[in-house]
């Protein structure tokens, strides 16, 4: 294997829906990877639920209550209060078309707390959502989802199901899980302002979903902060995205993808597949992009690593400081 040494710095321009509740560089030549498969929601069973009380017109819950079907108007927790379901907290069902749910207290159950099969025209989160399998499944289509408050779970954050639909996921609170967002459908935007962070994959689109820009001002990490093996466009980062072990970005699909970055990229990023990969920095020399190892520093021990070795890899306007490796195969760096 023979090395380049290179040194330099760029200035340039359902769950199923049945009722259930010092900058430095080296040119790497013929390294390989092997690509790592994503990790899906484990499926499980429709589970059989008690009655839940049934909303049907515009309702704010202001007593601490069970689980909610909710079938028409909108629907708003008060601030103080706990709505607790066994199963489930708050079900939409397939065929159901219903306003906007806004949480100001908190919404738990065992497994899912909002399972949406229906239409939904938003869900504003100033509280707490939390529980076990997924804080918000949607199996239907979702117009917004804006969290100023606590979303978490143990296994999935949010999760859209295949050929589900979600327009937009705004998050200037926390976000948290083994997956925090788990996209197998549709998402047009994720916008970050605040902290998604997972023991695992923090933003995971997977086989045949779809995520078109990801924009963050704030800070993502897990093991993976962003991975896809379904589609993802641009991502446009002036906070934080970092890897607390294998790649801060980590790209398996043939889709192009485009990296605005004048914040800073923490960890691998890798794209193991074919289709072109631009990266763009900062816009002055007082807003530059940094990208580097997982330990979010500079320093000689702490190089990141940039993989793309079936296609061209393209930096194109912007200002970069650049302490990663640069792994292009036979293909050229431009």
């Not at 090395?3 to 359902?14: A, D, E, I, K």
């Not at 397939?94 to 869900?123: L, Y």
């Not at 295949?162 to 976000?175: A, F, L, P, R, Y």
Request: net charge neutral; proline share 1%.
């Amino acid at each position: 294997m023979s090395c380049v040494g290179l040194s330099f710095l760029f200035w340039g321009r359902h769950y199923m829906t049945k009722r259930v509740s010092g900058f430095r560089g080296q040119l790497l030549i013929g390294v390989s990877l092997v690509a790592i498969g994503a990790l899906p929601l484990t499926s499980s069973p429709a589970l059989a639920v008690s009655s839940c009380s049934v909303v049907s017109t515009d309702t704010t819950i202001g007593s601490s209550s069970t689980c909610v079907e909710w079938t028409a108007g909108g629907l708003e927790v008060a601030s103080g209060i706990t709505l607790v379901g066994n199963n489930t907290a708050v079900r939409i069902e397939s065929g159901d078309t219903v306003g906007t749910f806004i949480n100001n207290g908190r919404v738990e159950s065992s497994e899912v707390e909002f399972n949406n099969a229906g239409i939904v025209v938003g869900v504003i989160n100033n509280g707490v959502i939390t529980g076990s399998s997924a804080a918000l499944y949607n199996y239907g289509s979702i117009g917004f989802i804006k969290n100023t408050g606590n979303i978490s779970a143990v296994y999935t954050g949010l999760y859209n199901a295949g050929s589900k639909t979600i327009g937009s996921i705004v998050n200037s609170g926390s976000i948290s899980a083994k997956t925090a967002i788990y996209n197998s459908g549709s998402i047009a935007t994720i916008s970050n302002s605040g902290t998604i962070s997972a023991t695992d994959t923090a933003l995971l689109t997977y086989v045949g979903g779809t995520t078109g820009l990801v924009v963050n001002t704030g800070f993502i990490s897990g093991k993976y902060a962003i991975k896809s093996s379904g589609s993802i466009g641009t991502i446009s980062n002036s906070g934080t995205i970092v890897s607390t072990d294998v790649s801060a970005i980590y790209n398996q699909t043939k889709n192009s993808m485009l990296i605005e970055n004048s914040g800073t990229i923490a960890g691998d990023v890798v794209a193991v597949s074919t289709g072109s990969f631009t990266i763009a920095g900062g816009s002055d020399s007082s807003h530059y992009g940094v990208m580097t190892g997982k330990n979010l520093t500079t320093e000689s021990g702490n190089i990141g690593t940039i993989t793309h070795t079936k296609d061209d890899l393209h930096f194109t306007s912007g200002y970069l400081l650049l302490n990663d490796n640069i792994n292009a195969g036979s293909y050229s760096v431009i």
